[in-house]
């Protein structure tokens, strides 16, 4: 999958930058991120940045592999995020940059490296990938969201089960995050 999610990166490279764009005629860096999962892992990811990094499982730095998120600030001081990519590995990613459109970026040197907020794994991403593909490669192991478990069994479509996936993922993102911020 995280192959499948580089390569489809690279098919971008050259897009002009366009704020609030997620297509060829111009993206955004969290527009770019969208479209990929959405194209390659069948997965529909929040819109913004921020978003995008609530989503994920956080990483470090280290344990990034080839198709996770790599999340970047504005500023060195503190923890908010403003930029993402995609992590395609060696130290490199993918990502719409604002002057020079969509780009390959090192970032362990230099501006991103100061920048640099955290890696992300996108929750059920892998599952929802192998789903769409009608592969039973989604090891039982691979964490899908805690407490969550799709059916083992299933006479309907693929297609309607990575759809069926989605909303469970959806919905369990959506309770844990209102849960985490609303509690009395």
Not at 6 to 19: C, N
Not at 74 to 91: D, L, M
């Amino acid at each position: 999958m995280g192959r499948e999610l580089v390569d489809a990166a690279l098919k971008w490279l050259g897009t002009r930058y366009r704020y609030g764009g997620d297509s060829r005629n111009g993206t955004d860096c969290s527009g770019l991120v969208m479209r990929l999962y959405s194209d390659v892992c069948a997965l529909k990811l929040p819109r913004t940045t921020l978003g995008q990094r609530d989503y994920c499982t956080g990483l470090k730095r280290k344990e990034a592999r080839p198709g996770d998120l790599v999340f970047f600030g504005s500023s060195k001081g503190n923890s908010s995020v403003s930029h993402v990519g995609v992590y395609i590995g060696k130290g490199e990613m993918v990502h719409a940059s604002s002057s020079r459109g969509v780009v390959v970026s090192d970032i362990d040197k230099g501006y991103w490296a100061d920048r640099f907020k955290g890696a992300g794994r996108v929750d059920g991403a892998h599952r929802s990938w192998a789903m769409a593909r009608g592969k039973n490669d989604a090891k039982p192991q691979d964490p899908l969201l805690p407490g969550i478990h799709p059916p083992q069994e299933s006479t309907v479509q693929n297609t309607e089960v990575a759809v069926d996936l989605l909303d469970v993922i959806i919905n369990a993102k959506v309770d844990s995050i209102f849960s985490t911020q609303f509690m009395d």
